[in-house]
């Protein structure tokens, strides 16, 4: 059994059994629509927006697990795509984070590289093309990356989350190279890590999900600000979280924690207390295996909804929240390409308000789908294929 299928067999099992709430009269909004399909590298497994070639249009970039590469895809700003360029980079990429590492303007990327037990930087020209800087070894198996100053030098630093129960920080040079930071080992099988002050304190930190069986929770790492991170405080997730993010929910000015589960198909909020902990958790039903998730707003009513990726049933689901960390329900259902994995939301030009469209992911049919938003049908052709 080749370890894509393992990855997706330990992060499905189980999701028989389905986490549901009552449905009531709500009839939830039709916003998007699955615009076009777009060939990338074998069996993607994440995905970001990001500008790369600096002319004002969202294009985005994928890494692929299976043919070690990375696929550009160069957006022509009103929704559509070039053809991806391919870009080697190094053995399983099993996530990637961008930034301007070097401090030269130009949009970098950090690759998680988990069959080679590698991180390595990839510095950008500006002109929609990157090199590589440099590989750091790991011990082993990275599989998240999130990019912060977390010794507050002005200087980006970035941290990976390695499989095998560890969090290796690396601390920016200003020249898109790193030196090896503090080296923590703490919880069970980490699925993601992400970045944010989450106590008030100018100071960055960390919320890190463990979804091996022995843990199930979400770990907040609370930054010193000198590159190194308080002894973390768990809170108990539903089954195997694969991912986490932040929103605030509830409109307090506080940022709260979005964590996907990858058992039991529930997505879990906890809200913020603004000191760095959390409330107990409040799970929300999607459909069947999600995966992957992010909050926006997507009906223009000022708080965040959901959108969340579902492996097992072909999904994409839009939950709109109410303003009170809680969700209408039932959700919208849309149906995606094969293997739906991980998703980003979508704004195809920099200088126009517009409303987000999404883009995900998908990871047995090695594509990227772009759904739009209804508001862009007056700039997009109605008659566009969908391949």
Known sequence: MSRLVSL????????SQTGCQNQDSYVPPDLVYLYRTYSVGKNPTSIKQGDFNEDGFADLITSNIRDNSLSLLLGNGDGSFQDQKVIPVCQEPRNLAIEDLNLDGHMDVVVACSG????????????????????????????????????EDQIPDFVAALRNDKLQIFLGMGTGKF?????????????????ADLNR???????????????????IWLGRGDGTFNEPTD?????RPLSVSFADFNNDRILDLLVVNGEMNTISIFLGNGDGTFQ???????????????????????????????????????LFGKGDGTFYYPPRHYATPYGPFAITSLSVA??????????????????????????????????????
């Open 8 to 15: 997706i067999l330990f992060m499905v099992a189980g999701l």
């Open 235 to 239: 809170y108990r997730t539903g089954k």
């Open 350 to 387: 920099a200088d126009r308000h517009e409303a987000p469209g999404l883009a995900i992911a998908n990871n047995a049919a090695s594509s990227v789908s772009i759904f739009l938003h209804h508001g862009l049908r007056t700039r997009v052709s109605e008659t566009a294929p969908v391949s």
């Open 280 to 318: 107990e958790e409040k799970d929300v039903g999607g459909d069947a295996g999600p995966i992957d998730g992010l909050a926006q707003d997507f009906n223009g009513d000022g708080v965040p909804d959901l959108a969340i990726v579902n492996i097992q049933s072909g999904s994409v689901s839009l």
């Open 116 to 151: 080679s037990n590698q991180v390595a930087v990839f510095v950008g020209t500006g002109s929609g093309s990157f090199s590589l800087m440099a590989r750091y070894p790991v011990r082993r198996t990275p599989v998240s990356i999130a990019v912060g100053d977390y010794n």
């Open 201 to 219: 304190d100018g100071h960055l930190d960390l919320a890190v999900t463990n979804g091996g069986p022995m843990s199930s929770a979400v770990s």
């Open 179 to 195: 030196r090896f930071g503090p080296l923590y080992e703490y919880g069970d099988t980490p699925t993601s890590v992400a970045t």
